[in-house]
């Protein structure tokens, strides 16, 4: 490890830590290859270095003297930034309580065929993928038509973008329909065709059915998607399916919308116009809302009209991942469970080869290049949080949840967000050298911080309000550095005593039941005995 | 009021549901004196609309099921009836414009209101609130402050209350001079005194001082103000109106405070803006929030657009200004605006809400308002048209106050002892003239018009229903709830009151309730607790039947068993949702019947726009229905007690 020689400066003394919300604190500070490390102590200052964290808080440290200023800088800027996966913080993170040994994840598309025994005489799993040679951004086993063979397969990946043929991600269990993804088809300017891929989507569905493609592009852009040799379904050659367009945005207009966002909160203007068109310039709640009522749509075609779907964008590993999941979430009870939810999460992205390690490098305070770095996860989270506020009783999870995840993507202790695919994983061997933030989550002291106290289980679908007046800035995520969340963790807590109260009141209540009734007995021989004094 | 009805009775009227245009109800339509009730045909729903409630009719134009009818009520609700007759349509239309514009108070629904009340207990509703004691409880009189007959008789200011607090030191010449410098005579008098720095907040109208007048006595008034508070040696003199509109007011002899002729006074404005400006902004954000399906984009320009947002921050700001100036620099404060009545009712209010923890239980903002707004001569009758009057007088201002209320509320989860129901319930009752409460403009009117003896009082109706309107976050010992509020004012805080605006559009509100779980949580807890109670003392009773006789033992055991059922009976009758007669939803179940539908329909999230296909050669053929409607859910908002909701329970989904 060549940690020190990014460490120019390890020590600093007589620093001013300037934190929100908190009187400023004077110390030194050490700079660690993982971590900065902060120790108080009471003694003024001179050059200021703001650091602008992952998690949207802000640091300032007043460091005297101007060198140490820019070596520590310069410094944080090279550890925060490693090129190479296996010098992170996650490969190191050996906390006392967990074992390497432990099992590394919790669901994989095997345990999901085994489950579900409905899909067994339509549906199989399939080895294509198991050196990653057909897709490399897909897990080895996936789930397919029993009807297409594995060379079938083979050649419909060709014909899609990063070879991400159409597979199962969704079964629903009331009336057999499904949900599937894939990437663009590589239909190109002369509309080429590829046999293998229109049967295999042919093979997903009934001779009499019809299926929809919901493609996550406009129109326009699916037409402009050709001339770089992507493309769509044509209609002439997939009879049983019927495109629909909507349109999300993805990759730099989300980040910047992202930024424009996390600016507009940090604003310190009184100014009630300024907070108000900044918000709306950022687009974010827009692209919420686009994300909700896309993902609708799809819950809706699969639960209330009864066809099955396949979703895709362009490389079907950002758009296309937030719909699905979210029309999972709409759906499927089992998916708002609290293990459900990390389940659906390690499919339906970290299985399903979201490039976390690009999209979630930076966050938003980063001005550095921003090609690959997407908000898209987050963006789940948020349409997740709103499904939470409009069903507050519905999800197993709590906000505190969807936060630790929200930062867990950018930063971790845990090896869960790392790579960008299952193949990454097996090559750095992660699973082997770092610890399942999911499995960590389970554990029983973890869990009881991110339950939802009043969660009640409803085998129904949620159908989101998708109305301006019904979607809402995510304060708990975008304002929680500042006061306005403390008093919603109050709020929080406060909740949490009201449900704690009444288990309390129950449980005495059943010792009082249990001596009762082992009294009731008693007085039966009693009166027994006294029916036989009468005999 | 019954001459007025030309058609007491219409059938086959269509109720149109404005969520979707292809689910209506069919039903008969009848007109009384004081409401439209519209009867269900098949599940015998009502919906009793009270004409007091009533903004505007209109008739839409002709379709070719009938003749359309939108009615807009007070309390944003909008109603669209489809008429089979246009004579019929005609009739109704114009008994409604009649009925909904009343011309004498006394043709008030307050006058016709009868429950089965006598006289002595309608007295004792009445005193149910007393402001002599809610002055006592702030702590005068004392050694400084003292009540005043001065104004007994209304001789003073006729649109103040008969009894008034001022410092003991203002003798009554310089009472009776200071009211006669002042807009409409209404001279500084207290509002609320603040016990731990005694600083105080008074009230009062413009000084009549034009370019360069002045008044000896009303300079005397405001430095006996200034020195009842002994620990501070200056006061602060807020004009809660922009700088602009008070300089207009000097050249027709008004204005404002020339610090150079008060002893210590810091003078300061504001800057909330008149009534007019505040009634345009309203119309803008009604309008905003009755778009059939704006984009995210055209929702929050209408918001910014209109300006509403603006306008309580700064009356929120306001508030916090004398908050912070009488609880940390304990100074004492005097507001005005131009008469005192609007901008300064509601800063004073608002103030006392911030400072004082019994403003934000209950029967605290019963007695608020009662105090600041009914007693000081808002005037509630000009501004909510209970009467027909001059529509320029109307304006939102006691809609503020509770927003602000509400803003707070968001800001404090756990500050308040009510909720929103309960600022919901005092919003309708402003406008519905159901109590007498809010009738005429001063109290001098409401003596002389002997609403105590005609009408019925409102806020023990309130108090009855308090378990509708409790905030299962309270808690008393809470660190939220004591002392003095420091709320935030940075723009994010603000939030669109969707609980108000769009209290009638069920699809848009959350399918579930937190408050509601809460409540049936607590009481679930409390009905444990009763039933431990019991079996303790069954237990103990049980020991000692042991040592006595088996006879009485074996009757115990079987009323223990009786015990054990009641509970369940108990909960059954008064579990929350009962709060709507059985329509408000709380559990999952009836949120979301699984319909199939025949037809293939992908309208719920659809937008047109992005429908089309590139390819021109593969168009798809079917044209689908992609408005852009939400779902509506099966739990609906609260409906107050004069509004029924009709169909709250109808299945969700079939409406596509």
């Given at each position: 490890m060549e940690f020190s020689e990014h460490i120019k400066t390890a020590n600093v003394d007589d620093v001013v830590l300037k934190l929100p919300l908190r009187p400023a604190l004077k110390g030194t500070l050490c700079v660690t290859a993982h971590h900065l490390v902060f120790s108080e102590r009471k003694e003024e200052a001179g050059t200021c270095l703001r650091n602008l964290c992952k998690d949207l808080r802000i640091l300032q440290f007043d460091i005297p003297g101007m060198e140490e200023c820019l070596n520590v800088a310069s410094s944080i800027e090279a550890l925060s930034s490693l090129e190479s996966v296996t010098e992170l913080y996650p490969f190191f993170h050996r906390p006392r309580e967990l074992s390497l040994s432990e099992p590394w994840g919790l669901s994989s598309p095997q345990q999901q065929y085994a489950q579900t025994e409905r899909l067994w005489d339509r549906w199989r799993l399939s080895k294509v993928n198991r050196n990653f040679s057909v897709c490399m951004s897909y897990p080895r086993t996936v789930i397919v038509p029993c009807a297409i063979d594995d060379i079938t397969l083979a050649k419909a990946a060709s014909f899609r973008q990063g070879g991400r043929f159409p597979v199962l991600c969704y079964y629903h269990r009331s009336n057999g329909m499904v949900i599937m993804r894939s990437s663009q088809p590589m239909t190109g300017a002369n509309r080429k065709r590829c046999r293998e891929d229109e049967l295999l989507l042919q093979a997903a569905i009934d001779e009499s059915e019809m299926g929809y493609i919901i493609d996550t592009r406009s129109a326009q852009q699916a037409q402009q998607a050709r001339m770089a040799g992507g493309g769509f379904e044509s209609k002439a050659f997939y009879h049983h399916w019927r495109r629909l367009h909507r349109h999300l945005e993805r990759g730099k207009v989300l980040q910047e919308s992202l930024i424009k966002l996390v600016e507009a909160c940090g604003d310190p203007s009184q100014n009630m116009d300024r907070w108000l068109s900044k918000l709306e310039n950022s687009k974010w709640l827009s692209h919420v809302h686009s994300a909700l009522s896309t993902a609708g749509l799809v819950a809706e075609c699969v639960e209330r009209d009864g066809h099955s779907v396949l979703v895709h964008g362009f490389e079907g590993t950002d758009t296309t991942l937030l719909v699905t999941s979210l029309a999972q979430l709409i759906?499927?009870?089992?998916?708002?469970t609290f293990r459900g939810f990390l389940q659906l999460l390690e499919r339906e992205w970290v299985q399903a080869g979201h490039p976390f390690r690009q999209r979630c490098a930076h966050s938003a305070h980063s001005h550095a290049r921003l090609r690959q770095e997407c908000p898209a996860f987050l963006l789940l989270l948020d349409a997740t949080w709103q499904l939470g506020r409009q069903f507050p009783l519905a999800l197993e999870f709590s906000e505190v949840l969807l936060l630790r995840l929200a930062q867990d993507a950018y930063a971790s202790d845990y090896g869960t967000f790392l790579c960008s695919s299952e193949q990454e994983r097996c090559a750095l061997q992660v699973k082997e050298n770092t610890h399942c933030l999911f499995q960590f989550l389970l554990r029983r002291e973890e869990r009881e911080k991110y339950v939802n106290p009043l969660y009640e289980a409803t085998d129904l679908a949620i159908w989101p309000s998708v109305h301006p007046q019904s979607l809402q800035l995510w304060t708990g995520l975008f304002?929680?550095?500042?006061?306005?969340?403390q008093t919603m963790d109050e709020a929080r807590e406060e909740i949490w005593t009201i449900v704690k109260e009444r288990k309390e009141t129950d449980r005495p209540k059943g010792c009082a039941h249990t001596t009762l009734s082992r009294h009731d007995s008693f007085t039966n021989v009693e009166n027994l005995m006294d029916e036989l004094t009468v005999l | 009021m019954m001459e007025h009805i030309r058609l007491p009775k219409v059938e086959r009227v269509q109720l149109a549901d404005r969520s979707s245009s292809r689910r209506a109800q069919v039903g008969t339509l009848y007109l009384t004196a004081f409401h439209t009730i519209f009867v269900d045909n098949e599940v015998h729903n009502e919906l009793w609309v009270l004409h007091s409630l009533v903004c505007n009719v209109e008739k839409l134009s002709i379709t070719s099921c009938g003749y359309p009818l939108l009615i807009r009520c007070k309390n944003f609700q909008v109603i669209q009836l489809l008429i089979p007759k246009e004579n019929d349509c005609n009739d109704v239309f114009v008994s409604l414009l009649r009925l909904s514009r009343t011309e004498r108070y006394e043709e008030l629904y307050c006058f016709s209101f009868m429950p089965n009340v006598d006289k002595a207990a309608r007295g004792q509703a009445w005193d149910f609130l007393n402001l002599k004691a809610e002055y006592n409880r702030m702590g005068v009189s004392n050694k400084l402050w003292h009540t005043t007959s001065v104004n007994r008789e209304y001789r003073?200011?006729?649109?103040?209350?008969?009894d008034l607090y001022v410092p003991k030191s203002a003798s009554l010449p310089v009472i009776v001079g200071s009211s006669r410098f002042r807009s409409k005579g209404r001279f500084p008098t207290l509002s609320y005194y603040y016990r731990e720095t005694q600083a105080v907040i008074c009230r009062s109208s413009q000084p009549l001082s034009g370019f360069s007048a002045r008044c000896l006595e009303d300079e005397q008034m405001l430095e006996a103000i200034m020195k009842s508070n002994p620990g501070s040696r200056f006061m602060y003199v807020v004009d809660t109106r922009p700088k602009l509109n008070a300089m207009a007011n000097r050249a027709t002899g008004k204005g404002y405070e020339n610090e150079d002729n008060y002893t210590n006074i810091k003078f300061q404005f504001i800057g909330i803006e008149n009534i007019h400006v505040m009634r345009n902004s309203q119309q803008k954000l009604i309008e905003v929030s009755d778009l059939p399906s704006p984009s995210m984009g055209e929702f929050l320009l209408g918001l910014e657009t209109s300006d509403w947002l603006k306008h309580i921050k700064s009356i929120l700001a306001a508030g916090t200004f004398i908050a912070k100036a009488v609880a940390e620099e304990g100074v004492s404060v005097l507001v005005h605006c131009s008469d005192g009545w609007d901008r300064t009712t509601q800063v004073c209010s608002l103030a006392s809400v911030l400072l004082d923890p019994f403003y934000r239980t209950l029967k605290g903002l019963m007695v608020l308002i009662e105090k600041d707004w009914v007693s000081f001569g808002h005037k509630f009758s000009h501004r909510y048209g209970h009467v027909v009057e001059e529509p320029k007088e109307a304006s939102p201002v006691i809609d503020q106050f509770l927003e602000c209320v509400w803003q707070l509320m968001e800001q404090f989860?756990?500050?308040?002892?009510?909720?929103?129901r309960f600022l919901i319930s005092i919003y309708n009752h402003v406008h519905s003239c159901h109590y007498g409460n809010f009738i005429c403009n001063s109290e001098k009117e409401r003596k002389d018009l002997g609403i105590r003896e005609k009408t019925h009082s409102l806020w023990p109706h309130l108090w009855k229903n308090k378990v509708d309107f409790v905030n299962p976050l309270f808690r008393a010992d809470h660190s939220q709830t004591k002392g003095v509020l420091q709320p935030l004012t940075t723009p994010y805080c603000f939030k669109f009151w969707r609980g108000l605006y769009?209290?009638?559009?069920?699809?848009?509100?959350?399918?579930?309730s937190v408050l509601d779980s809460l409540m049936a949580i607590k009481e679930e807890t409390q009905q444990l607790e009763e039933v431990l109670t019991i079996y303790q003392q069954k237990l103990a009773g049980v020991g000692r039947e042991q040592a006595n006789d088996l006879f009485v033992k074996k009757h115990g055991m079987k009323n223990s068993q009786g015990l054990w059922a009641e509970p369940t009976h108990i909960r059954l009758a008064n579990s929350p949702q009962d709060y709507n007669g059985g329509n408000l939803v709380s559990g999952p179940k009836d949120l979301l019947p699984q319909q199939r539908k025949t037809n293939l329909d992908l309208s719920l999230f659809g937008d047109t726009s992005e429908s089309s296909d590139p390819d021109n050669s593969d168009q798809e053929s079917e044209g689908a229905d992609f408005s852009c409607h939400s779902c509506s859910g099966g739990a609906s908002p609260p409906s107050e007690d004069s509004v029924k909701d009709p169909d709250s329970d109808d299945p969700a989904f079939n409406n596509a």
């Open positions: 759906l499927d009870p089992a998916s708002r304002l929680r550095w500042t006061e306005y969340a | 003073v200011c006729d649109t103040y209350p008969a989860p756990c500050a308040f002892e009510y909720n929103e769009n209290h009638f559009d069920r699809g848009l509100h959350p399918r579930q």
